[in-house]
């Protein structure tokens, strides 16, 4: 019996997922046909689909877990979340024709519905974003007993829940709005390549593009994971989907395996701050800022492909401290003409999208034309997708990837309304600047740390939202551009991916690569150590986004404080550069690369002839027979 009701309950999650694809395209391609139905579908498919599959991580039944309690409770939820929606929409509904009088009852249903958005947040994302939600829960209904330094006034429960489930500002806010109608398409883009065949084809592109460097498949773990990253979204998906064919043969080339999962983690995690779609968060800051899409790209641009040189770099010094060599030439991936002709499948699409968002048209409209073309061309091109089951399975896995998004969304919805309710985001901004003063370098250090905590656990677009709705009044008061702001938060949204306790990202790439998970996540913090300074360079070097008080001689010292920077910190925190280096020479190259990072040109001159110095020094004392075959083939 058990193992009847769990195939009809993967019938109907499966079902359900295609539904909330189908729902994606049609209000990227033809508009939003009405605010709460659209809201409340894109949510409530999400739960549904989150229940018939048994809350499980990844939305695929686990046959051997699902009993007769876990059978019982999900009949239970799903009774009453078909109450309490009914009861939303029908109050949404004659909501905007008049005003409506709630009863108690209504408030409760209200409570009852975020308290299993709370639930299958827990069940998807773990405790951490728990936390967040019940903290932030916490402080909108008890917040009055507290100190006076952070108490706020009482402000009922009845209210609570009006603003924060019976309105357009918590969990069916902006953040719903913009993800349901903008970033949904985009994964479903990305899940059409992947399932067609062309994620493959873009992979062994990758695998021709560095054969001749040392650590090959490293390399093309990189060049493959940034590729397919900025389209796709979601860092966690992105290491699963390039992560099964290029971390085993990494670690056949000899890298050990913790170092394998941490290079697809970082690589991946790093497909969300490249250009075009940068994981569809430039959409997300176009959106929230009004900064056109194109400048967005545009300044994102040299940070993205610094990023990805200094991964290049940390990889390459790795292979020839292990004495790795590049692949021998008969055991080369070679591109033959049908491979090129099939690229066109991926290419063409990011053509178009990029194309339609160029002449001003919106972003979804871009996302929905560019997975119209990826459609049809994969069909032309793959034949192995021209059956009804790919196609049936893309749609599907799309749409189990959107659930798990929207489900955090809505969640992340609940924090933004108490944030908006309680002030907390104007609190948290005096606490900063309390604490740091005049400093702008702590400032920037403090709000650094604040994202890297709010974004522990959370998918990169979500992790962006609620940064910036907690975060920005502190940002606002930093006197910096919107454009630097963001994109200096993007980038600790984007690394709390890899970064420890929670790094999300390093933790799936581990069981691929059968490692540690937080060694893994530590590793993965060390080779994207450039990440970590980029944020600062941005903000201390505007030039480097090409809109910011632009000139050739700052966009140089800005490329030239990058460069000493990555090299002191990378080669310290991986004691390799020629040869293996001690604790002193660490110490120095870590503080040199520091130092460089300092506003006041003195001070990071000192820093940049400090890393020079190192690097000069252990030239010099390099031994011979070690100082050999720096070629990089």
């Known amino acids: 019996m058990t193992k009847l009701i769990v195939k009809f309950s993967r019938y109907l999650s499966d079902l359900t997922a295609i539904g909330l694809t189908a729902l994606a395209i049609y209000v990227a391609g033809f508009g939003v046909f009405d605010e709460v139905w659209v809201r409340s579908g894109t949510v409530g498919l999400a739960l549904l689909i989150s229940l018939f599959s048994f809350s499980s991580q990844n939305l695929d039944i686990k046959e051997g877990t699902v009993g007769l309690k876990a059978i019982l409770l999900n009949l239970v939820l799903l009774v009453v979340l078909a109450v309490v929606f009914y009861y939303w929409i029908t109050l949404m509904l004659e909501q905007e024709e008049a005003f409506n009088d709630f009863q108690d009852s209504d408030f409760v249903l209200g409570f009852i519905g975020i308290g299993i958005i709370f639930f299958l947040t827990f069940r998807h994302y773990g405790m951490p974003l728990l936390v967040v939600c019940l903290l932030s829960f916490f402080y909108i209904t008890f917040g009055y007993v507290l100190p006076d330094a952070v108490a706020i006034p009482d402000l009922g429960w009845t209210r609570v829940a009006e603003n924060i489930w019976y309105s357009f500002d918590g969990v069916f806010g902006r953040p719903t709005a913009v993800v349901g109608q903008i970033v949904l398409v985009y994964i479903v883009f990305g899940a059409v390549l992947e399932t067609s065949g062309a994620g493959a084809t873009l992979l062994k592109f990758a695998f021709a593009a560095t054969n001749r460097l040392r650590g090959g498949p490293a390399h093309a773990a990189i060049v493959g994971s940034a590729m397919f990253g900025t389209m796709n979204g979601a860092a966690v998906a992105n290491v699963v989907s390039t992560g099964v064919f290029t971390i085993p043969m990494i670690k056949r080339t000899g890298f050990q395996p913790k170092f394998a999962g941490a290079v697809e983690a ?164 005096a606490a900063i600047l309390s604490v740091a003063g005049e400093s702008l370098f702590l400032s920037l250090v403090l709000v650094m740390i604040g994202c890297l905590v709010l974004g ?79 944020p600062f360079i941005i903000v201390y070097h505007p030039s480097i986004v090409l809109l910011e008080g632009f000139d050739v001689v700052s966009l140089t010292w800005a490329l030239a404080a990058f460069g000493f920077s990555t090299a002191g910190v990378a080669t310290a925190l991986g004691a390799y550069s020629f040869d293996q280096i001690g604790i002193v020479q660490r110490v120095v190259r870590f503080t040199g690369g520091i130092a460089v990072l300092v506003p006041d040109f003195w001070i990071a001159a000192a820093g940049a002839a400090v890393v020079i110095a190192a690097f000069s020094l252990e030239r010099v004392m390099t031994p011979s027979h070690i100082d050999q075959n720096v070629e990089l083939s």
């Open 266 to 429: 970082a690589a991946s995690t790093g497909g969300q701050i490249m250009p075009p779609i940068m994981g569809a968060v430039a959409f997300l800051m176009s959106d929230i800022t009004g900064i056109p899409y194109v400048d967005i790209i545009v300044a994102a641009a040299i940070p993205a492909i610094l990023y990805y040189l200094s991964l290049f770099s940390v990889v390459w010094l790795e292979a020839r401290r292990l004495g790795i060599k590049s692949i021998p030439v008969e055991e080369r991936e070679r591109l033959n003409s049908q491979d090129w002709v099939r690229s066109i499948a991926f290419v063409v699409p990011l053509g178009i999208i990029v194309a339609i968002l160029l002449t001003g048209r919106t972003a979804q409209n871009a996302g929905f034309f560019g997975l119209t073309s990826a459609f049809v061309l994969s069909l032309l091109l793959y034949p192995e997708y021209r059956s009804f089951k790919k196609i049936i399975g893309s749609l599907t896995r799309a749409g189990k990837t959107c659930a798990s998004i929207m489900i955090v969304v809505a969640a992340i919805g609940f924090v933004v309304g108490a944030v908006n309710m309680s002030g907390l985001g104007i609190k948290f901004a």
């Open 456 to 534: 522990m656990g959370v998918p990169t677009g979500a992790a962006y939202l609620i940064i910036v709705l907690i975060i920005g009044p502190a940002l606002n008061k930093l006197g910096l551009s919107q454009l630097l702001i963001h994109l200096f938060v993007i980038y600790y949204g984007v690394l709390s991916a890899i970064t420890p306790p929670v790094a999300i990202a390093a933790f799936a790439a581990a069981p691929i690569a059968g490692s540690k998970p937080i060694e893994t996540g530590f590793v993965s913090v060390r080779l994207a150590a450039a990440g970590f300074l980029i």
